[in-house]
C-alpha cells in the first residue's frame, strides 16, 4: 500500500483522510508513517491525534454499532490507533494540549470482559484525558486503592454480565461510605447496562459506547470546573 | 453404534436441558464465584439441578464444566483443579443419568476460554488447545458420552477446542455459536458461515445456542439450515433476556414461550432442541409438552 501511495506528495488534509483509511483497516505501519509525516510538517501532536486517529476512531466506531464491523475489526483498527498514539504522547505530554483530567476505569469483580473497557479508556485518552486503566476483575478495595493512589475525577466501571453489574452498586455504596462519593464522577457502561439502572445504583450517568462516553466525561468535567 | 447415534435414530426432536450458572445463582451461587466449584463443594446442588431436568423431560444433560478451562478457573485461584472439577462435573451427572429411567446422555460442556487468540490477543492456537485437552481428559475420565463445545464465537477456538479433545478422547463432539451480534457472532462469524466451516471438522452435531432472545436464535438456526448442513443442528435459546428487576436479575421468557419457540424451531428441522441462561426445568417441561403434540 505505502509503496503505490507517496504521501510526502500528498497535501495534509489528505493524508488525515488517508490515516482515517487505514486506521479503519487496522495497518499499523501505515498509520504511523502518515503520523510521523504530518508531525514533521509541524503539525500540532494534538491536531493530528483528534483529526486524524480519534477522526478515524469515531468512524470505527459508528460501524460497530451499526453492525458492520465486528470485534476483530475494532481491535485491529484500535492496534494502529495505538501505534499513533505511542508516538504522539510525549509530545502531547509535553505540549499545551488542553487536558482534561484523570480517569480511574476498569471491569468489576467478577467480569473478565475488557474490549469495550479498553476502547472507552483509549477514546479518553484521546480526548486528552489522563487515563489509569485497572484491567478486569476489581473488586471494591481494587477500585479504592487506584482512586487513593490516582486522586481522579472519573471512576469508571464495566461490567457484561447481568449477574456481575449488580456489583457496581456495591462499589458506590462502599464510596459513599468512605465519604468520597461527592468527590467523583461515576460513569457506567456494559451491554446489559442502561440508564434505569446507573440512576437505580446512584451512578452519574451510563454511557452506551466510547463516543457518549467521552462526551459525558467532557459535559461533566465542565459542570465540575464551572462549581 | 454409540448411544448417541442410537438416539439420532429415532424421528423425534431431542429435547436437551436448560440452563445451569442461572439456576445455580437461584441456589446461592454468589455473583462472580464459579459454578465448577460445587462440584466438589456442594454437590448435591449440581445433582438436584441434573435429576429435575431429566425428570421434566431432557435426553441429554450437559456438565457443570462451562468455564472448567484453566483460563476462567485462573481467575478463581482453581487452576490447578481442571482434571478434578471436570472429572466431578461429569460423575454428578452420569449418576443421574444412569439413575434415569429412560436413556439419558451426558454431554461435557466446553464453554470459551475468554481469552482472544492471536493476532487479536495473547492466546496461541497450541495454549488453547492443550487448555481444552486438560478440560477433556477430566470429563472423559468422569464419563461423558459425548463433548459439548458451546457459546463460542470464534471460529479458531472451536477448532482449538477440537482439536484439543481429539488429543484424548474419540467420543462424539457437538458444537454450539453464540450469534449475539447483529446476527452474527460477536467476532463476525454468521450462521452460515459457521456451517460451511465446521461442518468439515471433526464434530457430530452443529448448532446455535445463548446469544439474545429466542427470536434471534431462530433466525440463526433457520440460517443454519437453509445452508443445507450435512449434520444435525441444534437450538439451545436463552428464556428472554435478562432484565434487574428490583435488584435481581429476572429473564423474561416464559414456558409458553420457550414451548412455542421448540415448535417453532423443530418445524423448521432442528433435531435437538434445549434451552440456555435463564431456563429452568418448568421450561423444559413445557417444551416436552409442547414436542408431543
Same mark, same amino acid.
Given at each position: 500500500m505505502a509503496d503505490d501511495i507517496n504521501i510526502k506528495e500528498m497535501e495534509s488534509d489528505e493524508i488525515i483522510e488517508l490515516m482515517k483509511?487505514?486506521?479503519?483497516?487496522?495497518?499499523?505501519?501505515?498509520?504511523?508513517e502518515e503520523v510521523e509525516e504530518l508531525l514533521a510538517r509541524d503539525?500540532?501532536?494534538?491536531?493530528?491525534?483528534?483529526?486524524?486517529?480519534?477522526?478515524?476512531?469515531?468512524?470505527?466506531?459508528v460501524d460497530f454499532r451499526d453492525g458492520i464491523l465486528f470485534v476483530p475489526e475494532v481491535l485491529m483498527a484500535a492496534k494502529a490507533m495505538k501505534a499513533g498514539m505511542a508516538i504522539l504522547r510525549p509530545l502531547l505530554a509535553e505540549s499545551n494540549a488542553p487536558k482534561q483530567?484523570?480517569?480511574?476505569?476498569?471491569?468489576?469483580?467478577?467480569?473478565?470482559?475488557?474490549?469495550?473497557?479498553?476502547?472507552?479508556?483509549?477514546?479518553?485518552e484521546g480526548a486528552g484525558f489522563t487515563v489509569v486503566n485497572i484491567g478486569i476483575n476489581n473488586d471494591v478495595n481494587s477500585y479504592l486503592e487506584a482512586i487513593r493512589e490516582h486522586d481522579p475525577d472519573i471512576l469508571g466501571m464495566s461490567a457484561l454480565l447481568t449477574t456481575t453489574m449488580p456489583y457496581m452498586r456495591t462499589v458506590i455504596d462502599t464510596l459513599k461510605e468512605e465519604g468520597i462519593r461527592d468527590k467523583l464522577i461515576v460513569l457506567v457502561g456494559g451491554a446489559p447496562l442502561n440508564d434505569a439502572f446507573a440512576e437505580d445504583i446512584e451512578a452519574d450517568a451510563y454511557c452506551r459506547d466510547a463516543a457518549v462516553a467521552v462526551e459525558t466525561a467532557k459535559k461533566f468535567m465542565k459542570i465540575k470546573q464551572e462549581a | 453404534m454409540n448411544a448417541l447415534d442410537q438416539l439420532l435414530k429415532s424421528n423425534q426432536p431431542i429435547l436437551l436441558d436448560?440452563?445451569?450458572?442461572?439456576?445455580?445463582?437461584?441456589?446461592?451461587?454468589?455473583?462472580?464465584d464459579p459454578p465448577e466449584e460445587w462440584n466438589l463443594t456442594k454437590p448435591e446442588k449440581i445433582k438436584e439441578i441434573h435429576r429435575a431436568y431429566i425428570q421434566a423431560g431432557s435426553q441429554i444433560i *450437559?456438565?457443570?464444566?462451562?468455564? &472448567?478451562?484453566?483460563?476462567? /478457573?485462573?481467575?478463581?485461584?482453581? $487452576?490447578?483443579?481442571?482434571? =478434578?472439577?471436570?472429572?466431578?462435573?461429569?460423575?454428578?451427572?452420569?449418576?443421574?443419568?444412569?439413575?434415569?429411567?429412560?436413556?439419558? *446422555?451426558?454431554?461435557?460442556?466446553? &464453554?470459551?476460554?475468554?481469552? /482472544?487468540?492471536?493476532?487479536?490477543? $495473547?492466546?496461541?492456537?497450541? =495454549?488453547?488447545?492443550?487448555?481444552?485437552?486438560?478440560?477433556?481428559?477430566?470429563?472423559?475420565a468422569g464419563g461423558v458420552d459425548l463433548f459439548w463445545i458451546e457459546t463460542m464465537s470464534a471460529l479458531e477456538e472451536v477448532k482449538a477446542a477440537i482439536a484439543g479433545i481429539r488429543q484424548v478422547s474419540e467420543l462424539p463432539i457437538s458444537a454450539t455459536m453464540s450469534f449475539d451480534t447483529h446476527g452474527h457472532t460477536m467476532m463476525g462469524v454468521d450462521p452460515v458461515r459457521a456451517v460451511t466451516e465446521l461442518q468439515q471438522e471433526d464434530i457430530s452435531l452443529l448448532g446455535a445456542n445463548c446469544g439474545t432472545g429466542s427470536d434471534e436464535l431462530i433466525k440463526a438456526v433457520q440460517a443454519m439450515l437453509g445452508a443445507n448442513p450435512d449434520l444435525p443442528i441444534i437450538a439451545k435459546a436463552n428464556a428472554g433476556i435478562p432484565q434487574i428487576?428490583?435488584?435481581?436479575?429476572?429473564?423474561?421468557?416464559?414456558?409458553?414461550?420457550?414451548?412455542?419457540?421448540?415448535?417453532?424451531?423443530?418445524?423448521?428441522?432442528?433435531?435437538?432442541?434445549?434451552?440456555?441462561?435463564?431456563?429452568?426445568?418448568?421450561?423444559?417441561?413445557?417444551?416436552?409438552?409442547?414436542?408431543?403434540?
Open positions: 483509511e487505514d486506521l479503519y483497516d487496522g495497518f499499523v505501519d501505515e498509520v504511523v503539525w500540532e501532536a494534538y491536531d493530528v491525534l483528534t483529526k486524524g486517529l480519534v477522526g478515524g476512531m469515531d468512524i470505527v466506531g483530567g484523570t480517569v480511574v476505569i476498569g471491569t468489576v469483580k467478577g467480569d473478565i470482559h475488557d474490549i469495550g473497557k479498553n476502547l472507552v479508556a483509549m477514546m479518553l | 436448560g440452563a445451569m450458572g442461572t439456576l445455580l445463582m437461584s441456589a446461592g451461587l454468589e455473583h462472580g *450437559l456438565t457443570n464444566s462451562f468455564g &472448567g478451562n484453566r483460563y476462567r /478457573l485462573a481467575l478463581h485461584h482453581l $487452576e490447578d483443579q481442571v482434571f =478434578e472439577l471436570n472429572k466431578a462435573a461429569a460423575e454428578i451427572a452420569r449418576q443421574e443419568a444412569d439413575a434415569a429411567e429412560g436413556t439419558v *446422555l451426558v454431554a461435557g460442556s466446553i &464453554g470459551p476460554t475468554g481469552q /482472544l487468540l492471536i493476532p487479536l490477543g $495473547e492466546m496461541s492456537f497450541e =495454549e488453547a488447545q492443550e487448555a481444552f485437552t486438560a478440560q477433556a481428559s477430566g470429563l472423559a428487576v428490583d435488584g435481581e436479575v429476572v429473564y423474561n421468557g416464559t414456558p409458553e414461550v420457550m414451548a412455542d419457540y421448540a415448535r417453532a424451531v423443530t418445524d423448521l428441522g432442528v433435531k435437538l432442541v434445549g434451552g440456555c441462561c435463564g431456563s429452568s426445568p418448568e421450561h423444559i417441561r413445557a417444551m416436552a409438552e409442547a414436542l408431543k403434540t
